[in-house]
Structures are given as C-alpha cells and as structure tokens.
C-alpha cells in the first residue's frame, strides 16, 4: 500500500470512531431526557401540571412514572409523540392558552388507552363489550388522577 492509501485508510477509521462515540453520546442522551422527563418530578415542575401531579400521587397509579400512561413504550414513537406534545405545551404555556382543566387530545387518550389495556389486559376481557366504551378512562376518568380539587382550593401559588 502506498503511503496515500494508509493516510485515507486511517482516516476512515477516525471517522467512523468518531461517527461511533457521537451515536453513543446521543443515545446516552437521549436516554437520560427520556428517563427525566417520563417523571412526576418533571411534569410538576410546570405550574399547569400541579394539580395533576398531585392528584396522580394520591392514586391506585401513584408508583407509575407519567409517561407509562401518557406516551407509547416503543422508542422512536415514544420520540416522535413526546417532541409533538412537549412542543405543544410549550406553546400552550408561552401564549397563556392553558384552562383551568386540561383536556387530552383523541391522540393522548388513544396512547393512554393503549397503555391502560398494555397493563390491564384481564381486565379488558371482563368488560361486556355490549357495555364498554371507546376507551377505558370514559368509565375510570378519576383511576388514574382522582378527583381534581377545585380551582379556588388549590394551593398552586404556595408550592
């Protein structure tokens, strides 16, 4: 080999090293953002999500982290789902479009209602299908969150 093809050999490889600890880096990332933002810690870390927070520590689901529920479970969906929520509640919260509730989107309570049967399986076999509804938070909307207090009893303002 030539001395040209040695120099261009080597440098292949320092680039494909470097192709490779950027790639090891990102998914080391990425998996602690998703680990941190999946938590109850995060999501109330956000003045909206006070109540809801609150409500789900008090609840059956109070061990689940947020986005068991609340985002898929596969990587690059859960990705996907999480960047379009996060940016729209970035958004709602920029421009004071936030109600007193929050309501779900039909694509949040698609993925909530994926999560619930995800777990809860047996169950779903129990349920009169003469009976059941769409999703299973048409019947158990307070399972997962309890009753919210109302808004002139919440302490938002004191946490």
Same mark, same amino acid.
């Given at each position: 080999?030539?001395? #040209?093809?040695? =120099?261009?050999?080597?440098?292949? #490889? ?67 789902? #999480?960047?379009?929520?996060?940016? #729209? ?10 109600? /007193?509730?929050? =309501?779900?989107?039909?694509?949040? =309570? /698609? ?16 349920? /009169? ?17 309890? =009753? ?12």
């Amino acid at each position: 080999m030539t001395e #040209k093809t040695n =120099r261009q050999h080597g440098a292949s #490889k320092a680039t494909v090293l470097a192709a490779l600890l950027v790639g090891v880096a990102l998914t080391l990332v990425a998996g602690f953002t998703f680990s941190h933002t999946d938590q109850a810690q995060f999501c109330g870390s956000c003045h909206v999500m006070y109540e809801p927070v609150r409500t789900h520590q008090q609840s059956p689901h109070a061990k689940l982290d947020c986005n068991e529920c609340h985002a898929p479970h596969s990587a690059m969906p859960k990705a996907v789902f #999480k960047a379009w929520a996060g940016t #729209k509640d970035i958004y709602k919260n920029t421009f004071g479009e936030v109600g /007193d509730i929050i =309501r779900p989107s039909d694509r949040t =309570r /698609d993925v909530v209602n994926r999560n619930c049967m995800n777990c809860h399986s047996m169950t779903g076999l129990n349920v /009169d299908a003469d009976v059941a509804k769409d999703r299973c938070t048409d019947c158990h909307r307070q399972v997962p969150h309890l =009753r919210s207090t109302p808004v002139a009893d919440r302490r938002v303002a004191d946490e």
